[in-house]
């Protein structure tokens, strides 16, 4: 069996993620703000990637949050969005995800990394999904569409020794309101929202040899909602 550093390992699908692997019998390194590394620090990036070592990267920390403004408890508007919110989002899910890439590729001679995406980086959010006047932060779907064009960037400059690919998922259920679910079904072709243990199969399949001849490709997984 193979070795796999999970970023964001702690999370939804960074929790599921390596469930599954290390129960295929994989060597899991795991890594997570909440277990104490801060990808966002370049620092410690690349004390933590020459010390760590693996056959297969996955991308999982990112951060993903709704505009509300706490303090006057409603929602912001597109005018009402600071720069440096905007900013935080690129700080984490692009300029980090660049610094872990780098330094996963700096320590390995020959891997395949797997970043993730969202539909929102593919379709802006619909504001009427919604409720309370919540929608999802524009710099959350920016990002994500950059990752999508970084992972291709990566792709080319890393091969042919180091894979770069990127899964695309929809919406992943986890107690959202009934509301929310409904709306989100109607949109999708499967007429559901994801199941986090769907998204396994694309993980185990971007690990495998049958895997290789894939590189700076995109993998959607939304049961055809962005079709």
């Known amino acids: ?28 390194i795991r890594c997570s703000r909440s277990l104490g590394q801060d990808l966002t620090d370049e620092k410690f990036v690349k004390d933590w990637f020459k010390k760590n070592k693996a056959n297969h990267l996955i991308n999982l920390f990112g951060l993903n949050d709704h505009i509300i403004d706490e303090d006057k408890k409603k929602a912001l508007k597109l005018f009402d969005i600071s720069l440096k919110s905007f900013d935080d989002y690129l700080k984490t899910n692009v300029t980090s995800l660049f610094s872990v890439c780098r330094e996963y590729a700096r320590n390995n001679e020959r891997g395949n990394i797997i970043n993730f995406s969202s539909i929102y980086g593919i379709v802006s959010p619909d504001p009427k999904m919604y409720i309370n006047g919540k929608h999802k932060h524009a710099g959350y779907s920016i990002s994500k569409s950059a990752v999508i064009h970084l992972t291709k960037y990566l792709a080319v400059h890393l091969s042919p020794k180091i894979r770069v690919n990127c ?39 971007l690990c495998s040899k049958e895997a290789s001849y894939c590189t700076g490709a995109q993998f959607v997984l939304d049961g055809g909602y962005t079709a």
């Open 1 to 28: 069996m193979e070795t796999v550093i999970v970023t964001g390992s702690e999370g939804l699908i960074g929790k599921e993620v390596s469930r599954f692997l290390e129960e295929a019998g994989n060597t899991v």
């Open 167 to 205: 899964i695309v998922p929809g919406g992943i259920l986890n107690n959202q309101s009934e509301n929310f679910i409904r709306k989100y079904s109607s949109k999708s072709l499967l007429g559901r929202m994801m199941n986090v243990n769907e998204i396994n199969g694309m993980i185990k399949f």
